[in-house]
């Protein structure tokens, strides 16, 4: 299956994909008083990018550029647009792993230009 075929409400997704874009992880609140971490991701491929949220022990499994499988995932809404999710049942596997050793941004084109510059992290004079 293909990004730019996901609409929402569709389920037992398979798809094939490359982390583009890695959240910080953060802390919620479950309706039920719990605790747990999350992290959002977007995800593309030739067709388009999606959304996706990584639950606790997902979080840390995978890093921008690696190409990842969803399996028996489903597509819900979360403000207003398409967002896939695993759920309970569904799995994440990291098929192929990122050339690069961090969550950094996979634009090389665009980390090159500034390690040139001198500027690595940004001005933070503000």
């Known amino acids: 299956m293909k990004i730019n075929e ?12 490359t982390v583009s874009q890695k959240d910080d992880p953060r802390e919620v609140v479950t309706k ?3 605790r747990i971490s999350v992290a959002n991701v977007v995800l593309k491929d030739e067709t388009g990018t999606i ?5 606790e022990k997902d979080i ?5 550029g690696d190409v990842v499988e969803i ?9 207003g647009s398409p967002q896939l999710s695993t759920g309970r ?11 690069g050793s961090s969550d950094e941004k996979s634009d090389s084109a665009e ?3 500034d390690e040139e510059s001198g500027s690595d992290y940004g001005s933070e004079e503000e």
């Open 6 to 17: 996901l609409k929402v409400g569709a389920s037992n997704v398979t798809l094939r994909a």
């Open 60 to 64: 840390d499994t995978v890093s921008v």
């Open 32 to 34: 039920y008083g719990k």
């Open 51 to 55: 959304p996706m949220s990584l639950w």
């Open 71 to 79: 399996t028996n995932g489903y597509v819900n809404e979360f403000r």
């Open 111 to 113: 980390d090159a230009s």
């Open 89 to 99: 049942f569904g799995k994440i596997t990291v098929v192929e792993k990122s050339s």
